[in-house]
Structure formats: structure tokens, C-alpha cells
């Protein structure tokens, strides 16, 4: 079996967020190595790994690291595949490891995912994996539903607790409305299979107007790659309809990017809808964009988002090329060619 993940962590003592990550990968069957290999200690050994693995045909590497967690951005560095950062927390409650991740330079995207959320990274590869590959999204699938199902054990035990007089509980919680189709799988995760060329690759949502100069960067980017795409700016919050006909517009679309400021309702939004591979960038609206940051990053295990830094729609480009070109040449040797111009590494 080869892999198709690489794991790398910047110390043995970064296992226990590994072995998050090795237990989705197991579940999901899908092949992984991991290496201890530290970007500050031993450079060089990180640099052989990642360009052997990319040459032999990994797919998505993982950096785990904490402290100033300069792993996934040498990991990125030397690729032109996926990179997923997984922060640690050492110190700081892992916020250094963080933003040492996340806020990378133009060329070289780091798809972050929450402080210790080795799970998340694991489903976010899947995800990514699974844009060429029908049975691993099958599989994404059956992990999704597990979560409708364990709310229902969940509510039964909080119910079984409350014994006040005015408590009275209605039920919501039949199949149907779970949008379970008749083989009884979650109709979250949209038929990639039809054929695409008349569809947009990528959809791009972002939650106001003002995120616009964001957007225009990512979408620059992604006319400068040959990517199409479908964008529009509409907030989740302020017109759920007119979301849910652009999320039912765009349901062959490969991949989806979320831009937005303040409390990042619009990743949140997106992710809940799909589970496709969802790219988020939050913009400095106020707070100089951290609560958009810490909002898009931390999300709950078995949702994640690949949050870049902020402002960083040219990466959030780089980053879908990263994604698409795994399983198509053209945007493969575009990103090739297109990294080599910029004076990045390959
Ligand atoms: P030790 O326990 O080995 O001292 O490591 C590791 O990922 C770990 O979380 C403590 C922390 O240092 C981190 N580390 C990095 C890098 N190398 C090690 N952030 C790196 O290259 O980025």
C-alpha cells in the first residue's frame, strides 16, 4: 500500500494529536505514514521527507507541531501538494503554534485546522482525497451520520435527567428530516460524479461587501490559474434562502471558499451544508480579523475548515489548485509552473 497522507510531527510529544488523526485514517481506510521530524532541529530531514513523499505519490501532508510551530510551513515549502497545520498547545493555549501556522506568505498555503484538532486534519485530508475518489466520500459520509445519530443517544440521556414539572419535550429528531436518501445515506455530500465542464470547480461565497478586496484577490488568482469558479456574496445569516439556492446552484462544485469578517458565520454555514473540502479566509474587519480567524479555525471535531491567514485569498487560490490538481494534470503542471514563476520551491 503507499500512503496517500503523510504525518509529520515536530516531536514525539505531539503524538497524542496524532493518534487522533490515525484513528479517523483507520476508520476512513485510507493509507498513512507518519515521521517525527522537526523543521528547527532537523531541516534538512524534513526536507528530504517531503520531497520524496511528493514524488511517490502522497497526496496530503499534516504538520503537527507546538510552540512557534514552523513545521507545516517548511513542509509547504517543499511541495506543491496540500498542507494541513495542526497548531499544538504547549504554551499559550497553542495560540502561538497558531498563528505561526496559519499566517503564511503568498505561494506557500497552509490549510490550518483548530488547536489539537488531529481528528479534524484527518477528515479535512479525507475530504481533499475524496474529491477524486467516490468511496472515501462514502465513507466521509457514514462518519457525518454517526454525528446525527449520536445527538439522538445524547438527548435521551440530558432527557432522562430533567425531571422539573414545565419540562416537555417535543420531538424532532425522525430520519426524514435528516435528509437521509432512500439508501439511507446523508444527502450532504452531492454527486460529484455527473459530468462537470459546464459547472464551476469552485464556489465562492463571501458574507458581505466588504470583504470584497479579499475576494477580488482570490478570484484574480483563480482566473490566473484556469480555475472556474461561481461567486457571490451572500450572507447566511442576513438571507438563509438566497444561500441555500446558491449551496443547490453550486452543488457540483468540487470545493468551496467561504470569505469573511467578524464571527465567521459563513464558514460555519458552508460546512454544516457539505462535506466537501471547505476553504475559509478571514478578512480584518475588525479586531484586525482574529475573531474571524479564531472563529473560522476552531471548529468542532468532524467539521473542520481549512482556514488560511488572514486576507489571504491569493492562498486560498494556491491552496484549490493544490486540492484539484491531485487529480487533474492541467491545474497539476499550472500549479508546477505557476509556483516555479513566483520563486517558490516545488
Ligand atoms: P519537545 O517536546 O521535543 O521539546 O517539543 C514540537 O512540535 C513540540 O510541540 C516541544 C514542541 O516543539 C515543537 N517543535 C516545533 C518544531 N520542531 C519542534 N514547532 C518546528 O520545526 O516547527
Known amino acids: ?33 507518519l515521521k517525527v521530524a522537526s523543521a528547527h532541529r532537523t531541516h534538512e530531514r524534513v526536507r528530504q521527507v517531503v520531497s520524496k513523499c511528493t514524488k511517490d505519490g502522497v497526496d496530503v501532508f499534516i504538520g503537527i507541531a507546538g510552540l512557534s510551530a514552523h513545521l507545516p ?21 497553542g495560540l502561538d503554534a497558531l498563528f505561526a501556522s496559519i499566517q503564511m506568505p503568498f505561494g506557500a498555503p497552509v490549510a490550518c485546522v483548530g488547536v489539537d484538532r488531529g481528528e479534524n486534519a484527518a477528515i479535512l485530508a479525507a475530504q481533499i482525497i475524496g474529491i477524486h475518489n467516490a468511496s472515501i466520500r462514502d465513507r466521509l459520509s457514514s462518519l457525518r451520520k454517526e454525528f446525527y445519530f449520536k445527538i439522538d443517544v445524547d438527548e435521551e440521556v440530558l432527557s432522562a435527567k430533567l425531571k422539573g414539572s414545565f ?18 445515506k446523508l444527502l450532504l455530500n452531492f454527486d460529484l460524479d455527473t459530468p462537470n465542464l459546464k459547472y464551476p470547480e469552485v464556489a465562492v461565497i463571501s458574507g458581505s461587501y466588504s470583504d470584497a478586496k ?61 462535506e466537501k473540502p471547505v476553504i475559509g479566509v478571514p478578512c480584518a474587519i475588525q479586531l484586525n480579523g482574529i475573531d474571524a480567524l479564531l472563529s473560522m479555525v476552531n471548529m468542532p471535531p468532524g467539521v473542520p475548515v481549512a482556514t488560511l491567514g488572514i486576507g489571504a485569498g491569493g492562498n486560498a487560490a494556491l491552496l484549490a489548485a493544490e486540492m484539484l490538481g491531485l487529480g487533474d494534470i492541467r491545474i497539476n503542471d499550472d500549479i508546477l509552473d505557476f509556483k516555479g514563476k513566483i520563486n517558490c520551491k516545488r
Open 214 to 274: 479579499v475576494t477580488k484577490k482570490t478570484t484574480m488568482f483563480l482566473d490566473k490559474l484556469n480555475i472556474n469558479y461561481d461567486s457571490a456574496v451572500i450572507s447566511p445569516i442576513r438571507s438563509p434562502d438566497k444561500f441555500e439556492d446558491f449551496m443547490e446552484k453550486n452543488k457540483h462544485a468540487k470545493l468551496y471558499m467561504a470569505i469573511s469578517g467578524l464571527s465567521a458565520h459563513v464558514t460555519g454555514a458552508v460546512v454544516a451544508y457539505t
Open 73 to 93: 510551513g517548511i513542509i509547504a515549502a517543499n511541495t506543491h501538494k496540500p498542507v494541513i497545520g495542526v497548531p499544538v498547545e504547549v504554551k499559550l493555549g
Open 167 to 184: 419540562y416537555h419535550k417535543m420531538n424532532f429528531n425522525s430520519p426524514e428530516e435528516y435528509k437521509i436518501d432512500d439508501n439511507g
Open 1 to 33: 500500500m503507499q500512503p496517500k497522507v503523510m504525518i509529520m510531527l515536530g516531536s514525539a510529544s505531539d503524538f497524542n494529536i496524532a493518534k487522533k488523526a490515525t484513528e479517523i485514517l483507520e476508520k476512513l481506510e485510507i493509507c498513512y505514514d
